[in-house]
């Protein structure tokens, strides 16, 4: 605890004792029940989490109003029928070392009819180019109606147990509408040309819950500090908002960033470590009550600089707790190799953001923590009987489930190709703004490691050398091998794949097409401009990038689009490879792309070669992660969490 001993001092906010720094920021979940009840599924996610050792933790948002619903399954605080399901909440997170905020949310013209049956409502009718709905106008008087209910809710949540509410006022939800120029052109005290008289609901909000929970219950108001829209709110009309709310009584102000039809990237890994702590620091300048900083913060030791610089009061991480629940405890105890850190791949908002624009209630997951969701199984037990587990591939698959396997008391053995373990990992990390990938790389090799596994680097592994060793079960996790397209030309010397380019391989010409633009084809290719290449992507698809998540697809074709060096055709087949280039067709006719070199990413395919031979030779033989079917981070990791947990 010595080295981040600023992120680990206590604070007192109104009457809340907070035993370190350390937030859980909000993060819908889709764990409630339909009825917007509190469940055991969220009861046992909530309770992991504060087993943790973090100081405070933020629920999802709770719905305020059943006309203000942003998508399925949302908790609800709307009603008094809903108190006792949200005092389970409460109760648990205070018996497992943490205090709880109930965070409140209207969301305006972000509210969707197919969940809440009716038109949404907003400050003004303004068309969101998110939900692709017409909201109407709020009376002056329903305006007047939310404000009093979402002061109901705030009392719910103290008569619950809470120690702290939250209002959501940030990422183009109600109160942002308010306060954004964009969204509120009304006439009436709700609304005018001023940050002051657009601050007034707010304003009023907070004053209808001060009237309900006392002077001493703590109000944090998270809002977007920059809106990151042409037109809209700055830093400077925040500075005067946030004045405003701490004069109507806020006890914390969570400063954070943009709308969700911000054309500004927040979310994903390219975006740099603590990229948004200058508006926490912004707000310090002006108000007095305590500053919460969020924003891809990921490391603890980033936490404590921000506190140790003055930049903000306490620090909020969301997806860090969805990787690893414990990571405030593991920090207190000097144990930082042991955090499984998240790598920002944005696979967690890629379920929340299509179960909000499908309708279908699909759960939060996570990349690299397979057990989120499923902490009420208790599936990683001690093993009934200690078995002799051979583990073949040292990617993420065959790490995690040797990882498991271990901590159940197996006796484990890995044999690894190369020599070093992290098998595609090692790749997936090269390409620019794919750093964050390393992270899951090196826990896991930490945790060969200390959990004792043997682990043989170097290890050209044949069907021969696992029917004569003496395992009691075989895990083949060989991972995945690029296609070679049947195509003339292929095999000739110009050819590489994209695999060689980002292991450094081989040589590239200065002028190069990249046939394949999926996710390979498209980070390989930023490798490429990055090194001053001319690139050329060419896809038969309408458009690249379809295999990478809604969270990261836009940001990363975006940053395609706008690189000079890289030139994109889609809707166009390779034909042949000659020394000269490669020739296409594109709307039914041929092309020639002159080129020096031709770097192949259409694709991987399992590696079979050992699974198929030891098939019907191995009693207990399990195939997993890419040896099964080509696919991401998460499902490699899943898999051999599951098959880790099965034996």
Known sequence: MKELKNLFEAIRIGDMDLKNRIVMAPMGTGFASEDGTVNDKMINYFSERAKGGTGLITTEAACVDSTGAAGPRM???????YVFSMSKLAKTIHENGAKASLQLVHAGRYARSQFTGVQPVAPS????????????????????????????????????????????????????????????????????????????????VIHSIRKRVGNSFPISFKHSVAEYLPGGSTIEDSKIFAKKIEEAGASMFHAWAGWHESPVAMLPMAVERGAFVHLAEAMKEVIDIPVIAVGRINDLKLADKIINEGKADLVAMGRAHLADPHLARKAAEGKFKEIRMCIACCRCFDNIMVGMTTGKSIPITCSVNAELGREWEKRVNPAEKPKNVLVVGGGPAGMEAAR??????????????KDKLGGNLILAAVPPHKEEITNITNYLTYQMQELGVNVELNKEVTPEVVLNANFDEVIIAAGALPIIPEVPGVDRDNVVTAVDVLADKVEVGEKVVVVGGGMIGCETSEFLAERCKSVTIVEMLKRIAPDIGPTTRWVTVKRIRDNPKIEIITEAKLLEITDAGAVIERKGKKEMLEANTIVLAVGMEANKKLSKVLKDKIPKLHVIGDSVEPRKILEAIHDGWQIGCKM
């Open 75 to 81: 908790l609800r605080a709307d009603d008094d029928k």
């Open 125 to 204: 009718p303004i068309p969101s180019r998110y939900t692709k709905e017409i909201p109407r106008e709020l009376a002056t008087e329903e305006v007047e109606e939310i404000i009093e209910k979402i002061g109901d809710a705030a009392r719910r949540a103290k008569d619950a147990g809470f120690d702290a509410i939250e209002l959501m006022g940030c990422t183009g939800y109600l109160f942002s509408q308010f306060f954004s120029p964009l969204t509120n052109k009304r006439k009436d005290r709700f609304g005018g040309d001023m940050v002051e008289e657009r601050s007034t609901f707010a304003v009023e």
């Open 404 to 417: 498991i396997s271990a901590i159940r008391g197996h006796e484990v053995t890995l044999f690894e190709k």
